[in-house]
C-alpha cells in the first residue's frame, strides 16, 4: 500500500486538487470559516457573541479551580445547571464592562500601570535586596496563571479600566445620615407579639389510617420506598507516607548527602553594625546633596574624636527613623541584606572600626562595626538528627515517582484485579462494604473524596467489576477500587416497609389538618380577638429574635400596623402552622455612636452596591445583552 502512495504521489496529488477546487468554488473560504466556527451562541453583548465552547471552557476553568482550592466539594454542585448559569452571567458581565471601558474611551497609562505593579504585594515579595525585582521569578508567577508577563500586565491593565467603571458609580454613591437613619430604624424596628402554634404532633392521636389507606399512600409513593444503592469494595492506595514508612536510611546515605549538601548547613558570616545616615537621595539637587555630604562629614570627623558617642550622635542626627532610635544599631546581618556599597564597606572593617562616607542610593552612611559572627560549618553529628526526616522525605518522593507510573499502569493492564499492583509495590489491599454514590457522614480516606466514589459508581465500574482508574486525592497520593459486588436500587414491597409507610401517612394527615385548624382559627381570631389563646407576649425584631422561627419573624414584621392588634397566619411547612399576633409597635433601642457609625457604614455599602446592580442593569440594556439560553 505504502509502495503505490511513494510511487503515485503525482498523480495522488492531482486527484486531490481536482477534488478541492470544486469544493471551494461550492463553499467559498467563508463557508470553511464558518466550519471551524466555535458553536453554539449562548448569548450576546452587542454584536460580540459568547459560544458554547468559551461558556464551557470558562467553566471547566472555574471548577478546576474549586476542586483544587476544595478537594472534597461534590462535583455534582460544581456541573449544576445553576452553577454553570453562573459561569455564563460572569462571562456577560466581563463583556459589559469591558464595552463600558471602549465606549468610555478609558485607558490606563503606563505610570498607572507601574504604580500599581509596585504596590501589589505579590510582585513586593519578587523584589532582590537592591529593591529591583526578580524577573526569573516574576516570570514564573505569571506562568503560574497561564500567562506571559506582557500578558499578566495587560490583564492588570484591563483590570485597572474596569474598576475605573465600577468605582464611578459605587465611590459616588450618597447616603445621608437621615436617609440611613430612617431605613435602619425601620429595619430594627422592635415588635410585640404573641403566638400560638398548630403542631402535627398534636393532631397524631386523631389520624387512624385503615389498611386501604395505607395501600393507597404507599402506592402514590413508591419512589419514598426503596433500598439503596450499594457496592462491597476493593481498594489499593499509593501515597507517600506510606512509602516513607518503607524508605530505609543508612548512615552512609546521611553522611553522602550531608557531604553533598555542606555549604547548606554551615552558618554563613554576620556583621553587627550601627550608621548613622544623612538623605540624599540621586535626584537631589546637585547643591543640597553636597550640604548633606558636609554634614555627614562634619559627623564623621565628630565620631571618630569620641568613638563611644556613636550611639548618642546616631540617635540625635541620623534619618534612618528606624535604627536612629536604637543609636543606629542595625542587628546582625549576613551579605546580600543590604545595599551594595554599605555591604562592601561593612564586611570590611574590622570590630569597632569607623568607616570613610559611604555613598548609596540613599545618601550617606557613617557605618561603625560593633560585632563579627564568622561563618562556622557544623559536624555530621550535630545535624545527622535533623537530617534523617529530609532524606528520607526526598527518598519516598522518588519513589513515589517511579511507583505512581507503575501503579497507574498496573491497575489499567491488569484490570481484573488489584492484587498484583498491590503485590508489586507492597500495598495493602483494604476492603469497604456498603458504601453509596454519596459521601457518608464519619467517612475517612479515599471514602470521603466524592471523586472516588463517582469512579467506583461509573458505567465501566458497575458493569464490567474493573478497576478504576488511578484517581489523584491530592498531593503524592493515587488511588484505584474495584467492585465486588453490587446491590442495586430496588422498590420496597409493601410488606417490607408497612410500618413505615404508616408512620409517614399518619405524619402527612397529622400535618395537614395541623394547617386545616390553623387556618381555620386564623378565620375566627379575625372575627373575635378572644376566640384564640396566645402565649405570654415577647419582644421582638430582627436583631433579637428570641429563638421564634425567621418565617414568624419575617410574618411579624410584615404585618401592618394600621390597626393593631393584628394578625397574620404563618406556613411553618413540617412543623405545621402558626397565628401571630401583633400588639405593638415599638422603636429601636438606642445603640452606642460606635455602633451606629458602623451601621451607616454599612448601609452606605448597601447603597453602594444597589446602585453598581442598577448601573449595571442599564449597562446590560444599553448594549443590547440577549441570553440565548434559559436561566435555570
Same mark, same amino acid.
Request: proline share 4%; glycine share 4%; aromatic share 8%.
Given at each position: ?11 495522488? $496529488? ?71 448559569? /453562573? ?10 464592562? #469591558? ?8 485607558? $490606563? ?44 500586565? #495587560? ?69 419514598? %420506598? ?7 469494595? *476493593? ?33 554563613? *558570616? ?99 562595626? #560593633? ?82 466514589? *463517582? ?79 396566645? /402565649? ?29 392588634? #393584628? %394578625? ?23 445603640? *452606642? ?40
Amino acid at each position: 500500500m505504502f509502495d503505490f502512495v511513494r510511487k503515485h504521489t503525482k498523480v495522488l $496529488m492531482f486527484l486531490m486538487f481536482l477534488l478541492l477546487i470544486p469544493a471551494f468554488v461550492l463553499v467559498g473560504v467563508d463557508g470553511y470559516k464558518s466550519m471551524a466556527d466555535q458553536g453554539a451562541t449562548v448569548a450576546t453583548v452587542g454584536k460580540a457573541k459568547i459560544t458554547q465552547e468559551e461558556w464551557d471552557f470558562a467553566h471547566k476553568n472555574e471548577v478546576d479551580r474549586l476542586r483544587t482550592s476544595v478537594p472534597n466539594l461534590d462535583p455534582k454542585l460544581l456541573d449544576s445547571p445553576q452553577a454553570r448559569y /453562573a459561569t455564563l452571567e460572569r462571562l456577560v458581565r466581563d463583556k459589559v464592562m #469591558a464595552e463600558a471601558v471602549q465606549a468610555s474611551h478609558l485607558t $490606563m497609562s503606563n505610570a498607572r500601570l507601574a504604580r500599581e505593579l509596585q504596590q501589589n504585594p505579590t510582585i513586593a515579595g519578587l523584589r532582590k535586596p537592591d529593591g529591583t525585582v526578580d524577573m526569573e521569578r516574576y516570570r514564573q508567577l505569571a506562568a503560574s496563571q497561564g500567562l506571559t508577563p506582557e500578558g499578566f500586565e #495587560a490583564r492588570v491593565r484591563r483590570d485597572l479600566s474596569l474598576m475605573q467603571v465600577e468605582s464611578a458609580i459605587s465611590s459616588t454613591a450618597f447616603s445621608p445620615k437621615a436617609l440611613a437613619d430612617i431605613a435602619l430604624n425601620a429595619f430594627f424596628e422592635r415588635r410585640e407579639i404573641q403566638v400560638t402554634r398548630f403542631g402535627p404532633a398534636d393532631f397524631v392521636a386523631k389520624v387512624n389510617p385503615s389498611e386501604a389507606d395505607i395501600e393507597a399512600y404507599f402506592q402514590a409513593n413508591t419512589a419514598q %420506598f426503596q433500598s439503596t444503592e450499594t457496592a462491597n469494595i *476493593e481498594y489499593v492506595l499509593l501515597d507517600i507516607e506510606a512509602l516513607k514508612k518503607s524508605v530505609v536510611v543508612s548512615d552512609a546515605d546521611l553522611k553522602s548527602y550531608f557531604d553533598q549538601n555542606a555549604s547548606r548547613f554551615s552558618a554563613q *558570616e554576620e556583621r553587627r553594625a550601627s550608621h548613622i545616615l544623612i538623605n540624599a537621595p540621586k535626584d537631589m539637587p546637585a547643591a543640597e546633596r553636597t550640604k548633606a555630604q558636609e554634614r555627614a562629614a562634619a559627623l564623621l570627623a565628630q565620631v571618630r574624636k569620641a568613638p563611644e558617642t556613636f550611639a548618642e550622635v546616631a540617635k540625635k542626627n541620623s534619618q534612618d527613623a528606624g535604627s536612629a532610635v536604637r543609636g543606629g544599631d542595625l542587628d546582625y546581618f549576613g551579605r546580600g541584606a543590604m545595599v551594595k556599597p554599605f555591604e562592601d564597606a561593612a564586611f570590611s572593617l574590622k570590630k569597632g572600626d569607623i568607616s570613610d562616607l559611604v555613598e548609596s542610593d540613599f545618601g550617606f552612611h557613617i557605618i561603625k562595626l #560593633a560585632d563579627i559572627k564568622s561563618a562556622k560549618q557544623p559536624s555530621f553529628d550535630e545535624v545527622k538528627a535533623s537530617l534523617e526526616p529530609e532524606l528520607r522525605a526526598q527518598l519516598a518522593q522518588r519513589k513515589f515517582a517511579e511507583a505512581a507510573e507503575s501503579f497507574t499502569n498496573g491497575v489499567y493492564e491488569q484490570s481484573d484485579s488489584l492484587a498484583p499492583v498491590a503485590d508489586r509495590l507492597k500495598l495493602v489491599v483494604k476492603t469497604a462494604d456498603g458504601v453509596q454514590r454519596a459521601v457518608q457522614p464519619g467517612a475517612t480516606g479515599p471514602l470521603a473524596n466524592s471523586r472516588f466514589l *463517582e469512579a467506583i459508581f461509573s458505567a465501566d465500574s458497575l458493569e464490567n467489576k474493573r478497576n478504576t482508574e488511578a484517581l489523584e486525592l491530592g498531593a503524592n497520593q493515587l488511588v484505584s477500587a474495584r467492585i465486588l459486588s453490587y446491590s442495586p436500587a430496588r422498590a420496597l414491597s409493601l410488606a417490607e416497609v408497612k410500618p413505615l409507610v404508616r408512620d409517614r401517612l399518619i405524619a402527612s394527615r397529622a400535618l395537614e389538618q395541623a394547617k386545616k385548624e390553623g387556618a381555620e382559627k386564623l378565620a375566627s381570631v379575625q372575627k373575635d380577638p378572644s376566640s384564640v389563646s396566645f /402565649a405570654a407576649a415577647v419582644t421582638m425584631s430582627r436583631d433579637a429574635s428570641q429563638g421564634l422561627q425567621g418565617a414568624i419573624v419575617d410574618a411579624a414584621l410584615r404585618a401592618s400596623p394600621a390597626k393593631l392588634p #393584628a %394578625f397574620v397566619g404563618v406556613d411553618l411547612g413540617t412543623q405545621g402552622y402558626a397565628i401571630v399576633r401583633v400588639n405593638k409597635v415599638l422603636q429601636r433601642t438606642a445603640v *452606642e455612636e460606635a455602633k451606629s457609625k458602623q451601621e451607616q457604614a454599612q448601609y452606605a455599602q448597601w447603597v453602594a452596591a444597589a446602585e453598581s446592580a442598577a448601573y449595571y442593569e442599564g449597562l446590560k440594556q444599553r448594549f443590547k445583552v440577549q441570553m440565548k439560553v434559559p436561566a435555570p
